[in-house]
């Protein structure tokens, strides 16, 4: 202690030179950050507030910031959508993927590394074929819909494509890994001691795990949570490939309006409203979930 | 008459049908290498009649939509194009870049913008996307002695309102848009746009993307004619219309040209679609789908051949395009895409290229036909916007 001490009175000036050290190791972050976040979203932020000008595609700076209240108004029911569905998704997700998770971490054995790979394994094959996939799965000729009918569960009038569930098992297929890695590998290194040690304390298997375990994986939920959610807030495949129109999220809205209406300012506006959305729910679930062990 | 079997690769699709079709698209996808030491020997070969394209030189290059030029399997060349090679000693490059006339246009627009060459030199953009390209300076005037065959393009569509005497932009093909049902769904096919909607096909309807195509079909059928100035209510009737079906269930999804796909697998039975897809499905899948024009009308429009601002090599761009208004050219090339051909004389050569297309009439249309299809009117850039935020509205996109 007292080494430290006189360490630190005898070297203030080194350390300030050294100082400048860790600024200098985020130069490069710092910079990329600036060139392709910082200056992208201010540009974002201005092409907001744009004004149709002579021809189709091209806009004039008026700084009408009443286009975000626009933006957001105009799309209200698909950014509720967005949130709501991304949500489910999420808690299906977790649903899925916090047993997948457990059982890869403790119970897999000498199988546990290809159990690993095969969570990984569906992301060697293009997202978008895997979601068409579902629409195949679902389709009025596929399994479930043949199963289903077969069991007089459903009737042949409905579909389960271009549906709202459709939508969101896309969704929460799509993220699933997501949710199982970080999820893994927070249960993966719980020490297998402090299970024991709730056993000797008289614990039964399940207050152990409500206890001991459902706690000490919570860094992975709150990762894995985070790492479904915003993706699949802004996700607009699954809406489009296996939803209807009347299923379409903000991301659909934010496509439309840049590639088919061409309407820069409102997608832009969308696009950074949706951000800000986002940042906010992030932020509050963080403060509320703590991330003092997130790594 | 009104049944038609023909096969169009479709005019526009949006963002998915793109994606959906990126597997289909691959196949077919090759980007033609021309030269293999070819450009000096063909032209040695090939000296007769190029009289048209000796100043020109060098290469170009060429954006269409997929399956839209003629193709031999067992070479993997495009036959005609490869003559063209050989006849003028200038090399050509063709690639199917276009999916979507929005998104290929928003994607190279701000280089047409800043004056920087898109990578082509010859562009195909459907009648209404070419009209904004031409009204935005996006395009250079032909050479009208560069571009002798123009006299061989059919009267109808020499004068179209958007290129009057058609300066920019030549009708590469014909399109149509119709109705078309799965025959084992709906043996009794459909004839309006009553039983295209018919309580029994709820939740099984799918529409296009394309506005001009849907909105263009309901207006007809709600007795505007949409060749002509229409009011904006009676646009927004049919925008009503559109989304009362959407809400109630009746219509599934609004799509570009993957429609196709969900006709195969059954989720779909009943469509707005492109005859030529229709075609298409009917060769590759035994038959089992039916087209028709509606009894209240169909729409028709045009794929047109341009050349950007930006094309460094007008020249030979120029040469490519007179090329395929030769007629015989032209039957080759129709023979194969089976489009309504834009060029006269073409029905002529048709009998040297394949007797069999000579009388068919969904390359070279008959009068009566003609009489049920309409060309959207042209809209003006404030119109266009209004009425495609309108659209997009109404199929759920904001």
Request: charged share 15%; glycine share 8%; net charge positive.
């Amino acid at each position: 202690m007292a080494a430290v001490v006189r360490a630190s009175g005898t070297a203030t000036s080194e350390l300030k030179k050294k100082s400048l050290v860790p600024y200098l190791l985020l130069a490069p972050g710092l910079l990329w950050l600036a060139l392709f976040f910082v200056a992208p979203i201010i540009t974002l932020v201005g092409t907001a507030t744009k004004t149709p000008g002579a021809g189709i595609g091209e806009f004039i700076q008026t700084y009408r910031w009443a286009n975000y209240w626009d933006a957001l108004t105009g799309a209200s029911a698909q950014f509720g959508r967005s949130f709501l569905y991304a949500f489910i998704a999420t808690l299906l997700a977790l649903a899925i993927a916090y047993p997948l998770a457990y059982g890869i971490a403790f119970k897999s054995g000498k199988y546990k590394n290809i159990l690993l790979v095969l969570v990984v394994a569906p992301f060697f094959c293009s997202f978008i074929l895997r979601t068409i996939a579902w629409k195949q799965i679902l389709g009025q000729n596929g399994p479930v819909y043949r199963t289903l009918l077969d069991l007089h569960l459903i009737s042949s009038t409905t579909h389960l494509t271009a549906s709202v569930p459709a939508v969101i098992i896309g969704l929460a297929y799509n993220f699933l890994p997501f949710m199982t890695l970080p999820l893994y590998g927070s249960l993966e290194r719980i020490d297998p001691r402090v299970l024991e040690a709730s056993g000797d304390l008289y614990a039964n298997a399940f207050t152990t795990f409500r206890k001991v375990t459902v706690p000490l994986s919570m860094p992975g939920v709150v990762a894995g949570t985070l790492l479904t959610f915003i993706p699949a807030a802004g996700d607009y495949v699954n809406a489009e490939i296996l939803g209807n129109p009347s299923t379409k999220m903000i991301g659909n809205v934010i496509n439309a309006q840049f590639l088919n209406t061409q309407d820069y300012p409102t997608a832009a506006a969308l696009s950074f409203i949706l951000m800000i959305a986002i940042s906010i729910m992030v932020m509050i679930y963080v403060r509320k979930a703590g991330t003092e062990e997130l790594v | 008459m009104s049944k038609m079997n023909r096969e169009i690769p479709a005019g526009e699709n949006d963002l998915l049908g793109q994606l959906e079709n990126a597997s289909k698209a691959f196949l077919s996808r090759r980007a033609l290498l021309a030269g293999a030491g070819g450009a000096a020997a063909a032209s040695m070969i090939g000296l007769e009649g190029s009289q048209t394209a000796q100043a020109a030189g060098g290469t170009v290059r060429w954006a269409n939509w997929g399956l839209y030029l003629d193709f031999d399997n067992k070479t993997k060349k495009y036959p005609t194009l490869e003559a063209f090679i050989k006849k003028t000693g200038i090399k050509a490059t063709y690639q199917e870049a276009i999916d979507d006339n929005d998104t290929f246009t928003a994607k190279v627009s701000p280089q047409l913008r800043i004056k920087k060459d898109i990578g082509y030199d010859v562009v195909t953009m459907t009648e209404w996307k070419a009209a904004q390209w031409v009204a935005s300076g996006f395009v250079q005037k032909f050479d009208d002695a560069a571009v002798p065959n123009k006299k061989n393009v059919q009267a109808s569509l020499l004068n179209r309102p958007f290129d009057k005497g058609r300066h920019y932009s030549l009708p590469w093909a014909g399109i149509i848009a119709g109705i078309a049902w799965s025959k084992k769904a709906l043996p009794k096919g459909l004839k309006t746009l009553d039983d295209l909607f018919a309580p029994a096909n709820k939740g099984r309807i799918e529409v296009l993307s394309e506005m001009r195509d849907t909105i263009g079909l309901i207006m007809l059928w709600q007795g505007v004619d949409i060749s002509k100035p229409f009011t904006e209510t009676q646009f927004q009737k049919a925008v009503d219309f559109l989304q009362k079906k959407i809400k109630d269930g009746y219509i599934r999804q609004v799509k570009g040209q993957s429609y196709a796909e969900d006709l195969i697998s059954g989720d779909a039975i009943a469509v707005i679609g492109w005859s030529g897809d229709i075609n298409q499905l009917n060769l590759q899948n035994g038959n089992r789908f039916g087209f028709a024009v509606p009894e209240s009308g169909g729409t028709f429009s045009t794929d047109n051949l341009m050349i950007p601002s930006t094309s460094p090599n007008k020249a030979a761009a120029e040469a490519l395009i007179n090329y395929y208004y030769d007629p015989l050219v032209a039957a080759k090339v129709a023979n194969y895409i089976t489009y309504i051909c834009p060029v006269a004389g073409a029905q002529e050569a048709m009998a040297k290229v394949n007797p069999k297309q000579v009388n068919n009439p969904l390359i070279f249309p008959t009068d009566a036909m003609w009489k049920n299809l309409k060309v959207f009117r042209e809209l003006n850039p404030a119109d266009t916007a209004k009425y495609a935020k309108s659209f997009q509205k109404a199929i759920g996109n904001g």
